[in-house]
């Protein structure tokens, strides 16, 4: 909620170390869903104070035995892409290319991953990617 979410930027400003989560259907998406949530005056700030950025999602099988397998993906909040977000929501694209820099995935290439490795059909990785709008980015 708005309340919640100005509190921590806030407090984050201040020096405190926020631990926060929302509901985002990627990490960049949680950039868009803070500036969406926080009052417009704490928007400058709000780079300042994101030192990293986690989204993950649980991709649960209906078969019996099958553990469920995390897609995850992760960018640490660097000076190269703190100017990103300091650009704005336009500028928020650049951040894949910038997770590979930093030697991470997408949760494209995640999900991937999982396939190669047998752990996962295509159809059900591509079903999961298909439904959060993320097929763009295999």
């Known amino acids: 909620d708005p309340d919640t979410a100005n509190a921590a930027v806030l407090a984050a400003s201040t020096g405190h170390r926020v631990a926060a989560t ?38 649960r099988f209906s078969e019996e035995g099958r553990d469920p397998l995390p897609i995850y993906e992760s960018i640490k909040v660097d000076a190269t892409v703190r100017l990103i977000l300091e650009g704005g929501v336009d500028k928020l694209q650049q951040l894949p290319n910038e997770m590979r820099r930093q030697g991470r995935r997408t949760m494209a ?30």
């Open 22 to 59: 929302l509901h985002a259907d990627s990490a960049i998406d949680a950039v868009i869903r803070m500036i969406a949530l926080i009052d417009p005056r704490y928007e400058k700030i709000l780079p300042k104070t994101i030192n990293g950025l986690w989204w993950q999602h649980v991709v």
């Open 109 to 138: 290439e995640v999900a991937n991953r999982l396939v190669q490795d047998g752990k996962a059909k295509q159809l059900e990785v591509s079903e999961f990617l298909n439904r959060r709008g993320r097929s763009s980015e295999n």
